[in-house]
């Protein structure tokens, strides 16, 4: 299974990007895909999953989406109003099952399929 992020790129504050994430049916439809980051120096962290809710790091929520488009295999990351903290390579991810508590969707160690992440710079 392969995942493929696309969609970083250098933006302003308070600007506004979308990443994609192409994977397989079979995640989308029964699974979990999610979205991490790593900014430099710092640990992969959480920032949104969908499984069976949607879940959002506090840092995005209200400012980041996640979507997902069944027929094309595509996960959304749908990011307004972008913080220079925001800066990260962002990876998507995805598990065969879903979880059953919201701390088990914001650990990386849940997801067996990652993509080679995409970088998001915000200027301030």
């Known amino acids: 299974v392969q995942l493929q992020a696309s969609g970083g790129g250098l933006v302003q504050t308070g600007g506004s990007l979308r990443l994609s994430c192409t994977t397989s049916a079979s995640h989308l439809s029964r699974g979990t895909v999610g979205w991490f980051r790593q900014a430099p120096g710092k640990e992969r962290e959480f920032v949104g999953a969908d499984g069976r809710g949607t879940y959002y790091a506090d840092s995005v929520k209200g400012r980041f989406t996640i979507a997902r488009d069944n027929a094309k295999n595509i996960l959304y990351l749908q990011m307004n109003n972008l913080k220079p903290e925001d800066t990260a390579v962002y990876y998507c991810?995805?598990?065969?099952?879903?979880?059953?508590?919201?701390?088990?969707?914001?650990?990386?160690?849940?997801?067996?399929?990652w993509g080679q992440g995409t970088l998001v710079t915000v200027s301030s």
């Open positions: 991810a995805a598990d065969d099952r879903t979880f059953n508590t919201r701390y088990a969707y914001t650990q990386a160690t849940r997801y067996y399929y």
